[in-house]
C-alpha cells in the first residue's frame, strides 16, 4: 500500500494527515478516521491501513492540530493503551482539557478541508465517503455525517456526548444523514445509558438513513480500539463485520 503524512492547509493552520491506499486500482473512496481523546497514534493509522486493505482511502486527520502536536496515549507495562481511571492525573487533565476545546463544528470544517485537498487527487475519490469514529470521534462522525452529504456509510464506535439537551446534540441531525449508519455501544460503557441508545434509535424512526446498532455484552468504553487494555476483540470484528458491507453497498469497492 502507498502510505504519507502530509499537512492540509485549513483557515486555523496545517492539519497533519495520514493517507493510505491501495497501490493499483484506483481512485479510491476516502474513509476518515476520527480519533478519540488521546489524539492520533500508530494504532489509528493501523486502523486505516485495514480500511485500506480491502480496497478504500483511510485518512487520519489529527485534530488537535490548533494545539500543536498533542500526543497522549500512554503505554502500559504489557504494551497496551492505559485507559484513563489508569493514567498519570496531569496527562489525563491535559487531554480532557484539549479534547472540550475541540468543537464538532471544527471537525465538520476540517472535514471540508479534507474533502477539498482530496479533490486534487486523482486516486481518490470523495463522490460517496465512509467515516469512523471512536469515543469522541464518534460523537463527532456522525455530526460531519449530518452536514456533509457526501458520507455514505457512518460508524460510531464507544461514541461520547451523542445524544445531549444541546441544540447541536448529534442525535437531532438524523433527518439529514444519507445512506446507513452504525453504533457500537458496550454493555459495560457508562456513556451509553439505555436511555442514549434508545434515544438514537428513536432519532432515526422515519429518518433516510438506515440506523443500525449493537450492544456488545461485556465491553467497556474504548472496546473497539486494538492496543487498549479493555480491548474486546469479538466486538471489535462484529462492528468491522458490518461496517466492511456496508461501504461495498454505499460507496463501492
Not at 81 to 106: F, G, I, K, N, Y
Not at 118 to 131: N, V
Not at 135 to 148: D, E, L, N
Request: aromatic share 8%; with cysteine.
Amino acid at each position: 500500500m502507498h502510505e504519507r503524512s502530509i499537512d492540509i492547509g485549513t483557515a486555523d493552520g496545517a492539519m497533519e494527515t495520514f493517507i493510505t491506499h491501495p497501490e493499483t486500482g484506483g481512485p479510491f473512496a476516502a474513509v476518515i478516521v476520527y480519533m478519540d481523546i488521546w489524539g492520533v497514534r500508530e494504532e489509528l493509522y493501523d486502523i486505516a491501513r485495514r480500511i485500506a486493505s480491502v480496497g478504500y482511502c483511510g485518512i487520519v486527520p489529527d485534530l488537535y492540530y490548533r494545539e500543536g502536536k498533542k500526543r497522549f496515549d500512554t503505554m502500559g507495562p504489557d504494551g497496551k493503551s492505559l485507559s484513563v481511571h489508569l493514567l498519570d492525573a496531569a496527562v489525563r487533565d491535559e487531554a480532557v482539557a484539549v479534547s472540550r476545546r475541540l468543537t464538532d463544528a471544527m471537525a465538520i470544517r476540517d472535514t471540508s478541508a479534507i474533502i477539498q485537498f482530496l479533490s486534487g487527487e486523482a486516486q481518490i475519490s470523495t463522490a460517496a465517503m465512509g467515516g469512523v469514529g471512536y469515543c469522541m470521534g464518534g460523537r463527532q462522525v456522525v455530526a460531519v455525517a449530518g452536514h456533509i452529504r457526501g458520507f455514505r456509510a457512518t460508524m460510531s464506535l464507544h461514541g461520547t456526548n451523542l445524544v445531549t439537551d444541546g441544540e447541536d446534540s448529534p442525535h437531532l441531525l438524523a433527518p439529514k444523514i444519507a445512506g446507513e449508519i452504525y453504533c457500537g455501544f458496550g454493555s459495560k460503557d457508562s456513556f451509553a445509558p439505555p436511555e442514549l441508545i434508545a434515544a438514537m434509535e428513536a432519532a432515526f424512526v422515519g429518518a433516510e438513513a438506515q440506523y443500525r446498532y449493537r450492544v456488545h455484552a461485556d465491553a467497556d468504553h474504548g472496546y473497539a480500539l486494538p492496543d487498549r487494555d479493555i480491548h474486546h476483540k469479538q466486538a471489535a470484528n462484529r462492528d468491522w463485520e458490518v461496517f466492511f458491507p456496508m461501504l461495498r453497498r454505499q460507496i463501492g469497492s
